[in-house]
């Protein structure tokens, strides 16, 4: 039996191939669309997750008191490690180490800028790299050790070995290999090519061998012996920071590893998401678009119900019992779900490196992972079994006495069902059109709302190697200024979108003793603000004929927070020492531009440290400035590479989780869309086939086409209509929570809902066109003759 509905149902699929082809490609974009997110997802569910302790690690978290809300950040103090190893028997390993950043490794006439993270050699019992050559039990105990990554020994040594072999770091101090491990996993928060002690770490920073409870520079991580004990640990380390240091009433909590990269936004000290958010906007838009696509796959087969009722009566007749039918149809879905299968695999094929590119991973199908396999075998068999339940029933209820008589049908319950479907498919385009839309007006929202500076030709490069010499460092400015290719240089503490470097130790006259305020803290050099291209509001920045030493400038928002109603000649304390304001900051944004700017301070520091910034001179061709600041970088620095950072271009990439969010609903929201389209074609095509006779008459009594089309499109229309007043509180409950965890956000308008409205008729209506033009045209005599 089974034999024979395969032949039946290949038959038919033969047959009949513009339906086929139709089936096959909206179910091989629905196919396609669902794997390539459900890939996507999978590869961000599974960062931090490929250490075998990962679901007893923890990242400890510092959660701040501020007047009005809690601040919490991955920043600790160095001593926080070891304190809790000491005094949390629960706890089996403690690290502290850095952040990963770049240094230059050289080995003798090969020199690269690659990503370093100290750490101590517990980090390295948390995560079980594993080691390629070397002593595990040794690694990070030598101050000048130094553990490459298979990748870097590669670039570094080729096929030589390169155990005990000597490196130099910084262009300054030398290391000797202890090690080579595996490269670190794509799906690790912490990317490094590298690791170094922590000795080394304080050999170079000493002042962090003197840092204490009031310091937080470092990431410390730990794992427990077991998780049982989790509640009992968070309740022990909760309040580490007041038992340490008076008055510090800093709370500690411990966050899992697991979900750092996914659940990284806090509010008032608590996780409350992040990146999961989209991700689950992901994991439902996968199925919305393979639902629509079953659909339509269920439109286009009903819509062929008058050419099917025949062979349904007459299998009825010779004594086909309804189960057989259904089986027959159901096999014919099957097919064709397999089939748009076997078409999705060349779609996602095609479709991934744009797709990585566009997301900036390296997605991949592993072929030999029983897991994957699973999954799509699922999904195919999930997808024929939804999409020709409906056809399947619907078709093989016919009775055989009344359809071989003459194909009639009742009422309309097939069809309001029909019309519930597309209304369906409608209410979801509608809803990824508004989203999309309003996802843009944000974005463009914040990226016109100022911040503070003009990040148009200001570029920084990183002081290292020679310019960390005071004099070397003030020639290179010299020479610059001489040049003319820039026309302000000055120095800062850290990048000018970073953020980091914050402190609570800031006080003043009248403070309350009871809060404690988070100020960001940064040192600059002279004509910081002018090279900035910042706004002064008071008083002036540093410049050279000031002893500015003990002199700070603030922005606007410490303004506020202190309290100050003339800030010029006031004065602040840090860590014991006054500081007098000789200037105050028009706010500027360098960490998210979509917070508020947090209060800072900015005391004159030395010009050997950080980054140096410069203005190129708007007069001077732009590749030609470029070329030469590089010119004389490798002049002065021949040992480190010519890093030139725009940063405008450093500050537009805080904006790629909405830039990816916006073009992943355009694509897909586009997909679903087209989908829809052939869904709506189906029912057109079902329409017409009842209402042939009818229309048929309309002519020969003598309506027009104008007449006959608006007969026919007014029914879709209205179903159009009704799924996008449907669509409006949907998308309006999405979007505003989308929007919610922005402090600063676009208010929705109706623009969005117009568009969504216009756009979906104007689709609707081509569509349907498309079918009832052939409808009209049709010699009315071929409906009419057996009448």
Not at 147 to 161: Q, S, Y
Not at 330 to 347: D, K, P, R, T, Y
């Amino acid at each position: 039996m089974f034999r024979l509905n395969l032949k039946i149902a290949l038959r038919n699929l033969w047959k009949n191939k513009g339906y086929t082809l139709i089936n096959v490609g909206g179910l091989a974009i629905g196919l396609a669309s669902c794997m390539l997110l459900l890939l996507y997802v999978a590869y961000e569910w599974s960062y931090d997750k490929h250490t075998s302790g990962y679901d007893r690690t923890y990242v400890v978290y510092s959660n701040q008191k501020n007047a009005n809300d809690i601040v919490s950040y991955a920043w600790t103090p160095g001593v926080m490690a070891q304190t809790l190893k000491e005094t949390v028997p629960e706890v089996a390993y403690a690290s502290h180490s850095t952040y990963p950043d770049e240094f230059l490794i050289s080995n003798q006439n090969k020199s690269y800028k690659k990503k370093g993270v100290f750490a101590d050699p517990s980090f390295l019992k948390i995560f079980d790299y594993k080691f390629i050559k070397g002593n595990k039990d040794q690694a990070l105990n030598a101050p000048n050790g130094i553990i490459l990554t298979e990748r870097l020994a590669k670039i570094l040594f080729g096929a030589e070995d390169p155990l005990n072999k000597t490196l130099k770091f910084a262009g300054e101090e030398l290391l000797t290999v202890e090690g080579v491990i595996e490269d670190v996993p794509v799906t690790s928060s912490i990317q490094f090519d590298y690791l170094l002690s922590w000795q080394f770490y304080e050999k170079l920073n000493p002042w962090s061998k003197r840092a204490g409870w009031g310091s937080n520079f470092c990431l410390t991580l730990l794992q427990l012996r077991d998780n049982s004990s989790f509640e009992k640990v968070s309740k022990e380390i909760h309040g580490v920071y007041g038992r340490n240091q008076k008055d510090n009433d800093n709370a500690t909590i411990i966050h899992p590893l697991a979900k750092w990269h996914l659940y990284d936004h806090f509010e008032q000290g608590k996780s409350v998401g992040g990146k999961i958010d989209m991700l689950r906007i992901f994991f439902i838009l996968a199925f919305c678009i393979l639902l629509i696509a079953c659909i339509n796959f269920m439109n286009l087969s009903t819509a062929r119900s008058e050419k099917r009722a025949k062979e349904v009566g007459v299998r009825k007749a010779i004594g086909a019992a309804r189960k057989s039918l259904v089986g027959q149809f159901m096999l014919e879905s099957m097919l064709l779900a397999f089939l748009g299968m076997i078409v999705a695999f060349v779609l996602i094929e095609i479709s991934l490196p744009y797709f990585n590119n566009l997301l900036h991973v390296t997605l991949t199908i592993n072929y030999s992972d029983w897991k994957f396999w699973s999954v799509l075998l699922a999904l195919t068999l999930f997808t024929g079994f939804i999409a020709g339940s409906y056809p399947a029933f619907y078709l093989s209820s016919f009775e055989p006495v009344k359809v071989l008589k003459g194909f009639s049908r009742s009422a309309g319950t097939s069809l309001s069902i029909r019309k519930v479907l597309v209304v369906f498919q409608f209410v979801f385009a509608s809803c990824l059109i508004i989203c999309t839309a309003v996802i843009y007006q944000q974005l463009m929202f914040i990226k016109d709302k100022p911040i503070g500076y003009d990040s148009n030709g200001l570029i920084e490069i990183p002081i290292e190697g020679v310019l960390k010499d005071a004099s070397k460092a003030s020639l290179f400015r010299d020479r610059l200024l001489k040049s003319g290719v820039v026309s302000h240089v000055s120095t800062f503490s850290r990048s000018l979108t970073q953020g980091g470097n914050n402190t609570t130790s800031i006080a003043w006259s009248g403070k309350n003793p009871n809060e404690n305020i988070l100020f960001n803290f940064r040192f600059a050099y002279d004509d910081f603000a002018a090279t900035l291209g910042g706004n002064m509001l008071e008083g002036r920045d540093f410049l050279p004929h000031f002893q500015d030493s003990a002199n700070v400038v603030i922005n606007e928002a410490a303004v506020k927070v202190i309290g100050l109603s003339k800030p010029l000649g006031s004065v602040i304390t840090w860590n014991g020492d006054n500081y007098t304001v000789v200037g105050v900051m028009k706010d500027f944004v360098m960490e998210s531009p979509y917070q508020s700017t947090t209060p800072m301070v900015i005391l004159k520091g030395i010009e050997t440290e950080g980054v140096m910034a410069m203005r190129l001179n708007s007069a001077k061709n732009l590749s030609t400035a470029i070329a030469a600041v590089e010119g004389m970088m490798k002049e002065l620095n021949p040992d480190f590479p010519a890093s030139i950072t725009f940063v405008g271009d450093s500050f537009e990439a805080k904006f790629n989780n909405e830039k990816l969010m916006g073009t992943l609903a355009n694509w897909f929201g586009g997909f679903a869309v087209f989908i829809s389209c052939l869904g709506l074609l189906g029912l057109t095509l079902f329409m017409a086939e009842q209402r042939k006779k009818e229309i048929s008459i309309r002519k020969v009594l003598g309506a027009n086409t104008f007449h006959i089309l608006t007969l026919l499109n007014k029914d879709f229309i209205k179903l159009v209509v009704i799924a996008n007043l449907i669509a409006f509180p949907v998308a309006y409950i999405v979007i505003s929570k989308w929007l919610s965890k922005y402090e600063f956000r676009v208010e929705i308008s109706l623009i969005p809902f117009a568009i969504a409205l216009a756009l979906s008729l104007i689709i609707a209506l081509f569509t349907v066109s498309m079918q009832s033009v052939k409808v009209v045209k049709a010699n009315p005599v071929d409906a009419l003759k057996y009448e």
